[in-house]
């Protein structure tokens, strides 16, 4: 998993433009969910997000993925949990402090971002992780979270 997870960070942009596909499909999707139930398709869009993300990114579900502002390097994979840049820790080398054979996901999060188109989001300040997000799925979260704003954007045009 780890050299795929390196792998994934070095194909940033790859990755970048498939999510840039993949986005707007989960949202259009929104009826879908709503007619299933959000609720009711957590358990297998979760399972897909899982299994597909485990593979590739090393995803923990944090359920508030933000790997397009961090190089495709996930964050929560640093023993610290660090969201918002490196301890100050990192070797030398460019290695964990608390995990020396394992290269800092953030050395991995601006080298990947330096290949994305939109590799400026690494600059974005995140929100404290929210822990009773785990195991939720992400991509469920956008589509919600999106079409909310719809609904929000289209009560403001009404009044
Ligand atoms: S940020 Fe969260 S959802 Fe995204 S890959 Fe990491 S653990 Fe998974």
């Known amino acids: 998993m780890y050299s795929v997870r390196l792998w994934a960070a070095r194909h940033a942009r790859f990755f970048e433009v498939i999510y840039r596909i993949f986005e707007p499909v989960i949202v259009k999707l929104h009826p879908l969910w709503k007619s299933v139930g959000y609720q009711r398709a957590e358990k297998p869009v979760g399972m897909l997000e899982k299994l597909s993300k485990g593979l590739l990114f090393d995803c923990k579900m944090c359920g508030q993925c933000i790997l397009s502002s961090t190089g495709m390097s996930c964050p929560m994979n640093c023993p610290k949990t660090m969201r918002n840049g490196p301890c100050g820790g990192?070797?030398?080398?460019?290695?964990?402090?608390?995990?020396?054979?394992?290269?800092?996901?953030?050395?991995?999060?601006?080298?990947?971002?330096?290949?994305?188109?939109?590799?400026?989001?690494?600059?974005?300040?995140?929100?404290?992780?929210?822990?009773?997000?785990?195991?939720?799925?992400?991509?469920?979260?956008?589509?919600?979270?999106?079409?909310?704003?719809k609904q929000q954007e289209y009560k403001g045009d009404s009044k």
């Open 90 to 149: 990192v070797r030398a080398n460019g290695n964990c402090e608390v995990k020396p054979e394992m290269k800092c996901v953030w050395v991995e999060a601006w080298e990947g971002s330096q290949k994305m188109k939109g590799g400026e989001q690494i600059q974005v300040v995140q929100l404290p992780v929210d822990h009773s997000q785990k195991g939720s799925s992400s991509w469920l979260r956008v589509a919600r979270r999106a079409s909310d704003l």
